[in-house]
Nanobody, 122 residues
Framework: VQLQAYGGGLVQAGGYLRLSCAAS????????MGWFRQARGKEREFVAA????????DAADSVKGRFTISRDNAKNTVYLQMNSLKPEDTAVYYCAAASTGWSRVLKLYDYWGQGTQVTVSS
């Protein structure tokens, strides 16, 4: 599976962005999908995840109520809607695919996209 993340950019605090992650291949629906982020000088951290069918979602406490993960298996795409953005959301955002299903655990993900930069100004 090859993943291509896009949709990042520069936005003011309180604004919104929608990230997309397009997957190649015909088995997209067999993967749990996740979004992670890495701020400069920090470790990569979990943001949100979604089950193969999209029926189960999970999000980090820091983004709950502001970020929403979703997927469209017909389009081989997973999304991250980010509302009420804060400067501390500034990071490179990565999408990832896990054959074992959705998880908060980074090392369980088999495939990673290249990342897209999100910068939130105060």
């Amino acid at each position: 599976v090859q993943l291509q993340a896009y949709g990042g950019g520069l936005v003011q605090a309180g604004g919104y962005l929608r990230l997309s992650c397009a997957a190649s291949g015909r088995s997209f629906s067999s993967y749990g999908m996740g979004w992670f982020r890495q701020a400069r000088g920090k470790e990569r951290e979990f943001v949100a995840a979604i089950s193969r069918s999209g029926g189960t979602v999970d999000a980090a406490d820091s983004v709950k109520g502001r970020f929403t993960i979703s997927r469209d298996n017909a389009k081989n795409t997973v999304y991250l809607q980010m509302n009420s953005l804060k400067p501390e959301d500034t990071a490179v955002y990565y999408c990832a695919a896990a054959s074992t299903g959705w998880s908060r655990v980074l090392k369980l993900y088999d495939y990673w996209g290249q990342g897209t930069q999100v910068t939130v100004s105060s």
